[in-house]
């Protein structure tokens, strides 16, 4: 699993590349739905209308909410949907003032079936506009607090759909 930029990429575009034993169909049911998010990563209830234009929200979960985050923890707008291969949406935080104030970035999922019932999904994460955020989500471990970012995720993603059993969930960060 490629999950770590290079130092120049890192505030940049971060491209983030997993091999999944999984259908494209179950890859980009469990991005897209509510049911699979709470699940993996920082487990947040998405909330996605899947059309261009559509609105996306990420809304906190309990331990997170318990920590002090506000409902909506990252928002956004879907530019392009093509079930299941691709999804491009804007991306922003909005866990603090100074985050959300940083604006949105460019999230892509790029979804294609390779050999034998594996998958590779491929994030890139234009964070050029987002230099704070943009550091969390290297997830390098690097800064305290700073959770596991996209390795954490994909990591999470991919561990649920080959075994039906999640990692331990991040509550928000640690």
């Known amino acids: 699993m490629t999950t770590n930029p290079s ?4 505030h940049g575009v971060q491209v983030h590349r997993v091999y999944i034993q999984a259908t494209p169909d179950a890859i980009f049911e469990a991005l897209t739905s509510p049911e699979w998010t709470v699940q993996y990563g920082y487990a947040p209830l998405v909330d996605y209308q899947l059309r ?3 609105s996306f929200r990420a809304h906190a979960n309990e331990g997170m909410l318990a920590l002090g985050c ?5 928002d956004g707008e ?3 949907v093509d079930p299941p291969r691709r999804l491009v949406q804007t991306w922003r935080m909005t866990t603090t003032p100074e985050l959300a104030a940083e604006g949105f970035t460019r999230l892509t999922y790029e979804i294609d ?9 491929t994030v890139t994460h234009d964070v050029a506009r987002a230099p ?8 390098d471990g690097e800064s305290a607090g700073a959770g596991g970012g996209w390795s954490e995720i994909l990591s999470g993603l991919k561990t649920l759909l080959e075994t039906g059993a999640p990692l331990p969930l ?3 960060p640690q």
């Open 70 to 74: 506000p409902d909506v923890i990252s």
């Open 7 to 10: 130092p120049a990429t890192a």
């Open 52 to 54: 261009p234009g559509g």
């Open 113 to 121: 079936a390779v050999r034998g019932g594996v998958t590779r999904l």
């Open 132 to 139: 704070m955020w943009a550091f969390v989500l290297r997830g």
């Open 78 to 80: 879907v530019i392009e």
């Open 170 to 172: 991040q509550s928000g």
